[in-house]
């Protein structure tokens, strides 16, 4: 059978809204299961890993608040628990309890399961919480998804989906922060998407619906199924934005936001934030799928493709809140442009200080997800593949990566020895399909590189190689530099190859691959932080100010909006959603072991954690680290105002705020001081 090539993914409304969108009949998808997001009062609730603890107290919390709750499955068992029935399968559960969503409350290793579970039940809605979910399980599960149009999904690796109009939780979020309202927010982040919605019920608006994207590389729900959601949903009258680095999500809502103003007499106002804005190139920054595969835009890219959309950009999510109301109280202001000084950026891109990065090459070998140069090549020789690393010159680059949109893996092509975004191209293609041997898509990367139609089938070759390196070992992406020789004959001129942790970590598999990693060759800091779970990437250049900072968007945010304001940071540290006073212990004593670092900044929001443990803490964590520096401390959330007391009358050299501007001149005062 030939490589079947998929068509870009252009999700369009459920059956049930066609008239709104089409006259014309056409055959049923996963688009229409789109419908299935509008949770509310009425949405009748599953729990898969009913029993687990994590699970039991989100039960009680969504009970609580309002949330319809049916039941839960624990797999081969039937009784109750919390006074709610327990289902020995999902099919039994969908047959007796007619439930309408799934929360999937069950390990990372197992989520791909329990999901594909749910789809054969037809599950209407299944949300998938767990971080490190393998790629090729994901993978495994949209090409499930993409032939069935009843179930669809939300995550993995995400706090969920939230009606604050219907009293409806599925997932974590943390639940003093919302309020009913009329703003629609869709974020890849957790953290920052918690600061949105605290901000938005400051200011009194409210939310309506919540969608979480998800930080996974594979997303099961993207930004613009979520801006179709809110421009038909009456309740929403402003749409708040939060990307970040990694894939395309972005782009496509700007084009979708550009569509959508240009159809529309009246369009609803749109804020947005991208998140990564100074992230170094080729860095995995916490999120699983925070980085940019071959071809994929950066975040400056991405901010200013959603400012010439129309969207009012903002460097912080706290100035959502006041910049929405604005927006919706005057909204003649035409979006794109500053609605009031507190909204939009301070500096433009082209004045935007920037760190200066280290080769490419250099930054990304650090990560433990890639192999050496040479350790690559020898996996290309192990499959009968030319290789010829004495050549510096290459005529072109082959890839096999994820294309996040088309929720596939693809071939990525770019006639240069880089890809850059302006000349590479993908070939999305099915996981399940995928042998090469009709060739149709292989003409067509060889007509893109400009190749001779008689390197066709030495192409073809490297294509199946790198496919089959590319799920025997769990590869997230297999770059390749390629050239002819004086004989004609293709070859390859050097590699760089990443590989899933997760599918290592989580599940135990691709040990023999990932023993590759040598420790000691990588930076010493970040290795000290994974043994305790954080996730620590040192930053080139000056940097004066360390940052302490709990969840990855909330973590890139803070490093940008820093960088924004002149200051000069060291490193990016994510705690974790969880920070607990060991984690902040450890982090402080890793920033502090940098000699560059003349202050901390401390950011955290108090979600699921509260501010007052958070605050207790940093409190012990200074005491008995001895610290030397001054440290600036923000906290926002759940009992924040007794943190920051608590954070004021310690005695200690710490400073207290709630607010990022504040907070944010007063540490780069001190580390200009210091």
């Not at 799934?102 to 197992?110: D, E, H, K, M, T």
């Not at 590699?495 to 590759?516: C, K, P, T, V, W």
Request: proline share 5%.
């Amino acid at each position: 059978m030939a490589l079947r090539s998929l068509p870009r993914r252009a999700p369009q409304m459920g059956m049930r809204w066609t008239r709104r969108f089409s006259s014309s009949p056409r055959n049923a998808s996963y688009a229409d299961t789109l419908p299935n997001l509008k949770i509310g009062a009425h949405t009748r609730v599953l729990f898969q890993g009913f029993t687990g603890r994590q699970a039991t107290a989100n039960v009680k919390e969504s009970l609580e608040w309002g949330t319809k709750i049916v039941g839960g499955v624990k797999p081969g068992v039937e009784g109750e628990h919390l006074g709610l029935p327990v289902f020995p399968s999902v099919k039994v559960a969908q047959e007796k309890a007619k439930p309408d969503a799934s929360a999937i409350y069950v390990p990372g290793n197992q989520t791909a399961q329990a999901i594909e579970e749910a789809i054969e039940a037809e599950i209407p809605l299944v949300v998938a919480v767990a971080e490190h979910v393998p790629i090729h399980d994901i993978l495994r599960i949209h090409s499930m998804l993409q032939t069935q149009s009843k179930t669809r999904l939300v995550g993995a690796n995400c706090p969920g989906i939230i009606s604050a109009i219907g009293k409806c939780r599925i997932g974590f979020q943390p639940l003093p922060c919302f309020a009913p309202g009329n703003v629609g927010i869709v974020a890849k982040s957790g953290t920052l998407s918690y600061e949105t919605v605290a901000s938005t019920t400051r200011a009194g608006l409210g939310q309506s619906l919540c969608i979480s994207m998800g930080g996974d590389v594979l997303a099961g729900t993207n930004f613009v199924d979520a801006l179709k959601i809110f421009e038909h949903d009456e309740d929403t009258e402003g749409i708040i934005l939060v990307g970040e680095i990694g894939g395309t999500a972005e782009m496509d809502a700007a084009e979708w936001i550009k569509d959508y103003r240009r159809r529309t007499a009246d369009p609803k106002p749109i804020m947005a934030l991208v998140g990564g804005l100074e992230a170094p190139p080729g860095r995995i920054m916490g999120h699983a799928g925070a980085w940019a595969a071959p071809g994929e835009p950066d975040g400056q890219t991405k901010y200013q493709a959603l400012e010439r959309a129309g969207a009012v950009m903002v460097n912080h999510p706290e100035k959502f809140g006041e910049g929405m109301k604005t927006l919706l109280g005057n909204k003649a202001t035409r979006p794109g442009t500053s609605v009031s000084s507190n909204v939009s950026q301070k500096r433009g891109f082209h004045t935007m200080r920037r760190f200066t990065p280290t080769s490419q090459s250099a930054v990304q070998q650090k990560r433990n997800l890639y192999i050496k140069q040479f350790q690559a090549l020898d996996i290309l020789k192990q499959k009968s593949i030319p290789v010829n690393e004495t050549v510096s010159s290459s005529d072109g680059s082959v890839s096999i990566s994820v294309d996040r949109t088309a929720l596939s893996p693809c071939i990525v092509a770019s006639p240069g020895p880089e890809f850059e975004p302006a000349r590479s191209r993908k070939f999305p293609f099915s996981y399940k399909l995928a042998n090469f041997e009709g060739q149709s898509v292989i003409s067509e990367v060889v007509s893109h590189l400009g190749l001779p139609a008689s390197a066709q089938g030495k192409l073809a070759s490297l294509v199946r190689a790198l496919w089959e390196i590319f799920k025997e070992k769990e590869a997230f992406v297999l770059e390749t530099r390629i050239g002819l020789s004086a004989e004609g004959n293709l070859e390859v001129h050097g590699a760089h190859f990443g590989f899933d942790d997760a599918a290592y970590r989580s599940s135990g598999r691709q040990e023999a691959i990932h023993s590759l990693r040598n420790k000691a060759e990588e930076v010493l800091e970040e290795v000290e932080a994974e043994k305790d779970g954080i996730v620590y990437v040192k930053l080139q250049g000056e940097g004066s100010i360390g940052t302490l900072v709990n969840g990855a968007g909330l973590a890139m945010n803070t490093v940008d909006a820093l960088t924004i304001h002149g200051g000069h940071c060291a490193n990016f540290l994510d705690t974790g959603g969880k920070a607990t006073s060991e984690t902040v212990k450890s982090s402080f004593r890793i920033i502090c072991s940098d000699p560059r670092v003349k202050a901390v900044f401390v950011n955290i929001f108090g979600g699921l954690t509260r501010c007052d443990m958070i605050a207790e803490g940093i409190i012990m964590a200074f005491r008995d680290l001895d610290m030397q520096v001054p440290v600036v401390v923000r906290l926002r959330g759940t009992n924040e105002e007794l943190g920051q007391k608590m954070i004021a009358e310690s005695g200690l050299p710490l400073h207290a705020f709630d607010g990022f501007e504040a907070a944010a001149k007063k540490v780069i005062s001190l580390a200009e001081n210091k």
